[in-house]
């Protein structure tokens, strides 16, 4: 067989017009794959072992489980097509879990663990994050196959069951079951679009650390009028070292905590970003963080530093007494151009030069860490995705230097030395992780499109030469 590209996308969007994408998803939806519950260890299982591998059967994908390393995690599914050894070999990933169903609390007729199809919207607990999307990637899969005989690459799809949670021994699963399988690329499906209008890639994420400032004098509180003005406040002094860390206009003030220069690459790719306003979203302030760069720049190419909470005393039930201990948590998301290891010991320092010697710093648990990764905008592989979903869509995707938030682009670009590229179907308005997330059926439809453009591509040769041939 050989058939064409436009073939492939059209059987790609016949399964969403016959239904039988929406049938694939109900059956994902239907597993209550809540990674945050540690009852669901038997349904991360089942997902890996019967549903996603049922919904293949037929596609030439060997299935196997990967066990989780870590005691009480989640496993993952590895399914592999080989082709030959002299073809690129693409690792697709995507995550079977989610957050809590959060039953009840959905609008009524609606139920975490179905998929309900309203107004354009397909309502259901992880229809957008990420069963949905990962769907995607198969369906698409599906129609290449169909249509070609053949996919013309070596496959392997990774699902993984702790992204919510952190991936918590996903390192040792890609550096034990993946990198032998010597992938050229990585595609991850995951994440909402800058602008539903617009095709995107995503090329990384920032990195994110996390601690506490604590400033802890004595053992307990002291009578305000019988000690103030003597005993000295943990709250004032936590405030004028935060002052040193944060300007009013929000600049960072710690040495070694921002980019030295912004790449060209990604400077370019700030500039043609797409945003699209929704309602509901806030809007910048303009006089807020670092002076001179744009939005893009701010969210995508520099540091940001934030307060999540802070206390002293007890806020809703104030005592007259100067207080013990005054504490806030912090956190810091920065770009692959700053060591996310050189946070703490920079703010260390940052805090001895400037006499605060009793601010406390706690690094808080692993979760709260997560690494930055970040492609460089004008690799191969990054040019030849780009050009694809140019090709499906007629319109030039957003190139997003790297995500704004978390993901595990760290542990693909680390552990197998690969380029990393997300495709996000999702959009920003999805209600992810609350009640009646749901999906955009035009996003879907296109995802479709998409995702059977770039598989017909990488296997008509419209790729770099595979490493190691």
Request: hydrophobic fraction near 40%.
């Amino acid at each position: 067989m050989t058939g064409t590209r436009e073939g492939a996308i059209g059987r790609a969007r016949s399964a969403f017009s016959t239904g039988q994408y929406l049938d694939g998803l109900r059956r994902l939806v239907a597993v209550p794959t809540e990674s945050q519950n540690p009852a669901s260890a038997a349904e991360l299982q089942r997902y890996c072992v019967e549903t996603v591998p049922s919904l293949m059967e037929g596609m030439g994908f060997e299935p196997r489980l990967s066990a989780n390393p870590l005691p009480g995690r989640g496993p993952a599914l590895i399914a592999e097509r080989r082709e030959g050894a002299g073809l690129p070999t693409v690792l697709v990933y995507g995550h079977g879990d989610v957050v809590r169903g959060m039953e009840g609390r959905w609008s009524d007729g609606l139920d975490p663990w179905s998929v309900t199809v309203r107004d354009g919207k397909w309502f259901g607990r992880g229809t957008a994050d990420n069963k949905g999307q990962h769907l995607i990637a198969i369906e698409a899969l599906r129609a290449v196959l169909e249509e070609r005989g053949r996919l013309g690459f070596n496959a392997v799809l990774l699902i993984e069951t702790g992204e919510e949670v952190g991936s918590p021994g996903l390192r040792e699963i890609v550096a034990r079951d993946c990198a032998a399988l010597r992938p050229d690329v990585f595609i991850g499906l995951d994440g909402p679009r800058q602008a539903t209008t617009v095709p995107e890639l995503r090329l990384g994420c920032r990195g994110g650390v996390a601690f506490d400032l604590r400033v802890n004098l004595r053992d307990r509180a002291h009578h305000s009028g019988h000690w103030g003005g003597v005993l000295a406040d943990p709250a004032v002094l936590l405030a004028h070292a935060l002052a040193s860390i944060l300007a009013e206009d929000g600049r960072i003030l710690v040495e070694g905590w921002t980019p030295k220069e912004i790449p060209d690459g990604v400077r370019r790719a700030c500039a043609s970003l797409v945003f699209e306003d929704l309602p509901g979203l806030p809007e910048p302030d303009s006089w807020w963080g670092e002076p001179g760069l744009t939005k893009a720049e701010r969210i995508f190419a520099w540091t940001s530093a934030v307060v999540l909470a802070g206390i002293t005393g007890i806020p809703d039930a104030p005592a007259n007494a100067v207080q013990a201990e005054a504490r806030l948590r912090m956190q810091v998301r920065h770009t692959v151009d700053v060591a996310g290891s050189a946070i703490l010991p920079a703010l260390r320092h940052h805090l001895d030069a400037r006499g605060h010697h009793r601010v406390e710093i706690v690094p808080v648990h692993e979760r709260e860490m997560f690494a930055a990764a970040r492609t460089d905008p004008d690799h191969p592989w990054i040019q030849a995705l780009a050009e694809s979903l140019r090709r499906s869509t007629g319109a030039a995707p957003n190139l997003v230097p790297n995500s704004s938030g978390g993901n595990p682009s760290a542990i693909f670009a680390e552990e197998l030395g690969v380029p990393v590229a997300w495709v996000p179907n999702g959009h920003a308005g999805s209600n992810q992780h609350a009640p009646d997330e749901h999906a955009l059926e035009p996003l879907l439809r296109e995802g479709l499109a998409i995702m059977a453009g770039v598989w017909w591509d990488i296997g008509e040769g419209n790729h770099p030469k595979p490493r190691g041939r």
